[in-house]
């Protein structure tokens, strides 16, 4: 068992909780990672659902090294402050949830980048405390909200992630939000049990659903 990240600077109140994916979620990642390729050369050809083996060499039209696909998803981590950017209505319905409950961001993202992204965060006023791990989400979230008897929910993208804490995490509200496009229609869709959000306004709305008593 994968050890749990730090979570003491994590404080909650006694309200409910709203644990949220950062990439492909509130911040673009497909995108402007798109767009670094491009700087870089390379493009990504959406035949599956994952990165490597699907970027392709602008000159050559191969296939790029695994290495070198790594090592490009390092480098725009690492500058992702310049490359970044918010999906629409994100900030402004994440401080209107931010009246009914606690929000943490928990980001699977090589902690090391952890400084640029508590930066570009502060830049758009999201303050909400955040935990960088690569590490399953379920255990995660269950460590961070433990056995409070209020309502909890999480957001992300990948399938995997909403099984993972639907499976450790009792009640919990799990909404998947995803970017329109084709890479992502390539991707494994999560079970019946999950909430679809279309934006983040309808997230808004199943959010504060779910915290009304
Ligand atoms: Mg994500």
Redesign the pocket.
Known sequence: MSALPDLDHIRLSDRPLVVC?????VLQ?LAPFEAYLAAEGARLLPRSFRLHGNIISLTSNEALEDQRVSDLLETFFEAQERWQTPFAQAVETLHAVERQADVVFL??MPPRFAAQRRRLLDALHLTFPMVATETPKGPVVHAIHQTRPLPIAFI???AH?LHSVGEHVEDCLLIHMMPDSEIHRHAPKPGEHVARALDWPHAGTLLARHFTP
Do not use: K
């Open positions: 994916d950062v990439d492909d979620v990642f980001t699977a992300d993208d990948m992630n």
